[in-house]
């Protein structure tokens, strides 16, 4: 599984280099107009990173899972907790239903994947800061994170982004307080946060 989460990697970077990109359109304009407008564009931009990381890695997670068919009994307890919680939406508390439950294969392999578990278990919902992140991985999957490590500047992304998605200010007000300097800085620390959350994965993956 030492490669699994290449083609996360691959992705992460190819995000954070259209981030560059928007970063270089901003710092290279100089009107003050189209700076604000730039800066909110660069919020969603940021944003669409962090969920589209997320999003990735949870998807592979259950990839892997299903490739590797390992038992459900390998799996972290925080883990095999959200895949009955997964079961038991689907079947509802029916006794009949309970009881060919545990006749499942899939209890015993975990054969799921995301886009099915999604259909009964939201993990996330334009609501993803260093908090958040930290539930779903810990509480959910049972995947540690290091300490220290919750980057606030992910709960101010997340706040401009849903301010602006909600209609509740505009693109030329969101971020019309937001220095350059300070931008460029919030850029660089969602994307090693990111990448930490990355490694946490792959260490994750690599030890089960």
């Keep these: ?25 901003l710092k290279n304009n100089n009107k003050v107009d189209y700076q ?3 800066k909110s564009s660069l919020v969603l931009m940021i944003y669409n990173f962090v969920e589209g990381v997320m999003n ?6 259950f990839d892997v899972l299903q490739q590797e068919n390992l038992s459900i009994k390998q799996l972290p307890n925080k883990f095999q907790k959200t895949i009955f919680d997964y079961y038991l939406k689907k079947i509802g508390n029916n006794s009949g ?4 439950y545990y006749g499942y294969d899939d209890v015993k392999i975990c054969k799921i994947s995301y886009e099915e578990i999604s259909k009964y278990l939201k993990f ?11 539930e779903i991985s810990c509480d959910k999957f049972g995947i540690s994170l290091p300490n220290g490590i919750d980057e606030p500047a992910l709960l101010k992304v997340k706040n401009y982004r849903n301010k602006l998605a ?9 971020c019309q307080d937001i220095t350059l300097e300070e931008m460029e800085y919030m850029c660089k620390q969602v994307d090693t946060y990111l990448n930490t959350i990355i490694d946490s994965y792959e260490n994750f993956l690599n030890s089960i």
């Excluded at 990735?56 to 997670?61: D, E, G, V």
């Excluded at 996330?124 to 930290?134: E, P, V």
Aim: proline residues 0%; glycine residues 4%; charged residues 20%.
């Design 124 to 134: 996330f919902s334009g609501n993803l800061d260093a908090k958040s992140i930290r």
């Design 56 to 61: 990735n890695l949870i998807i592979t997670l």
């Design 97 to 100: 239903n309970l009881r060919r």
């Design 166 to 174: 909600h209609g509740e200010t505009k693109f030329s007000n969101t």
């Design 1 to 25: 599984m030492l490669n699994s989460l290449v083609s996360v990697k691959n992705d992460a970077k190819a995000r954070f280099y259209d981030i560059q990109i928007m970063l270089d359109v």
């Design 36 to 38: 604000v407008i730039l």
